[in-house]
């Protein structure tokens, strides 16, 4: 292994080992909160159904400008930056 760091989860925020695209979780990694968004089948939405851009989570972020309502954060909804650095994902 290369010793890198997991990518953190869009749902749980976690970094732990788990298939990250069919995570379920209700819960955050830490069970402090329950989390703002689900997947459906492969989409990620807020638990009011609203999309969210997956890429937007990613650690290089979306520059795609059609759809800026979309880009925020699937662990606080900030506007400000993506799920890999949010201050409640797991470090």
Known sequence: TSG???SAC??????????IIDCQ????WD???????SRL???LTMR???????DWQRVSGCS????DRRHF?????????GAQTCPRAQR
Do not use: E, Q
């Open 4 to 6: 890198s760091a997991l």
């Open 10 to 19: 869009a749902v749980c925020l976690g970094r732990h080992p788990h298939k």
């Open 25 to 28: 979780a209700t819960k955050i």
């Open 31 to 37: 069970n402090s909160s329950n989390t703002l968004c």
């Open 41 to 43: 089948g492969k989409v």
């Open 48 to 54: 009011d159904g609203r999309p969210i851009c997956s």
């Open 64 to 67: 795609n400008t059609t759809h």
């Open 73 to 81: 954060c699937s662990g606080c909804a900030a506007s400000t930056h």
